[in-house]
């Protein structure tokens, strides 16, 4: 059984930040990737950012330069620092993990965090 604990999110003001955690437990033998996704209302949802277990970083283009992922590999942790926010970053962000067990990979999502931004 795999679990994500996510936190962070909130309601900011637009050109604020935010910063997202998002950490996995349970039996997990490796992680290919963790990453962040979003879903607006009435919208699918949309990558926001990934990061492989090799360090390799990949940003939807509406928020490159803004948003940063990062990740600590100890504590199978992923972060987004969520810089310059505007009213269209408003969504549920969905903490994404990827990882291999047993020779399987699995792919395992968080319950969401609400991100609001307005004035």
């Known amino acids: 059984q795999v679990q994500l604990v996510e936190s962070g999110g909130g309601l900011v003001q637009p050109g604020g930040s935010l910063r997202l955690s998002c950490a996995a437990s349970?039996?997990?033998?490796?992680?290919?990737?963790m990453g962040w996704y979003r879903q607006a209302p009435g919208k699918e949802r949309e990558l926001v950012a990934v990061v492989t277990s090799g360090s390799s970083t990949n940003y939807a283009d509406s928020v490159k330069g803004r948003f940063t992922i990062s990740r600590d590999n100890a504590k199978n942790t992923v972060y987004l620092q969520m810089n310059s926010l505007k009213p269209e970053d408003t969504a549920v962000y969905y903490c994404?993990?990827?990882?291999?067990?047993?020779?399987?990979?699995?792919?395992?999502w968080g319950q969401g965090t609400q991100v609001t931004i307005s004035s």
């Open positions: 349970g039996s997990i033998f490796s992680v290919n990737a």
């Open positions: 994404n993990i990827n990882y291999r067990n047993h020779n399987v990979n699995y792919v395992h």
